[in-house]
């Protein structure tokens, strides 16, 4: 925390990087991360340069214990990460840095899914406006389409499917005013291309209503 504080006097933003949180979870359960052995290094002695014990700077493919790969032990030596471990750290790195630029892209969609049940509620009480007063009006409409945002800088391409259900009823209740309620049914299925996917299901229940000049109260 004295270094964070220190580059943070300085004017130097930094990711701080959990290893020892990501280490615990690869001892926990290493098949899931494909390692086969957790506690012994995975090269052996490489002499002269290193006869008493093993050393990653002296380890090639030569020179592992058998049954060692450079991916499926989680120690190259008593200290170092293997290459496989490297790699789960670099991709822990990664995800910091692109996961908030894919996070600053889930907020487009359900604006997106939401815009298709205004939709069907402004089409509902623009047909309820014209009913005859004491006139109740019932509308109901289904809306599924594609929403897609472009790879931009930092940002991911987005995919989602988007299916919105609306059903709702309104009332004129005098020349001037008409009311309605309604309740939408909004599902999207969302791909962020390599970062990921995950999906929307939102239920909105609407009061809304419509004054004399055109008004409009959601």
Excluded at 20 to 44: D, K, R, W
Excluded at 76 to 100: N, Q, R
Excluded at 155 to 174: D, E, H, I, L, Y
Excluded at 178 to 195: H, P, Q, R, W, Y
């Amino acid at each position: 925390m004295t270094l964070f504080n220190a580059l943070a006097a300085t004017g130097q933003r930094v990711i701080p990087v959990d290893t020892f949180t990501l280490l615990n979870e690869v001892v926990a359960n290493p098949a899931s991360f494909g390692f086969t052995n957790i506690t012994t290094p995975s090269c052996g002695p490489f002499p002269p340069f290193a006869p008493a014990g093993v050393n990653s700077q002296f380890c090639t493919g030569a020179n592992l214990i058998p049954g060692a790969t450079p991916t499926n032990f989680l120690f190259a030596d008593g200290i170092h990460p293997s290459t496989g471990a490297h790699a789960i750290v670099a991709d822990l790195v990664k995800s910091l840095i692109d996961g908030p630029n894919a996070y600053s892209t889930m907020a487009e969609v359900p604006l997106a899914s939401r815009a298709a049940h205004i939709r069907t509620l402004d089409a509902g009480l623009q047909q309820g406006a014209t009913a005859g007063v004491g006139k109740v009006n019932v509308f109901a409409a289904y809306d599924g389409a594609k929403f897609d945002i472009s790879a931009a800088g930092n940002n991911p391409q987005t995919n989602s499917k988007n299916r919105a259900a609306t059903v709702g009823v309104t009332m004129r209740v005098s020349e001037a005013v008409t009311v309605g309620v309604a309740i939408g049914k909004n599902t999207n299925d969302v791909t962020m291309g390599s970062l990921g996917q995950y999906e929307l299901d939102e239920t909105a229940f609407s009061l809304f209503c419509i004054c004399e000049g055109g008004r409009i109260l959601w």
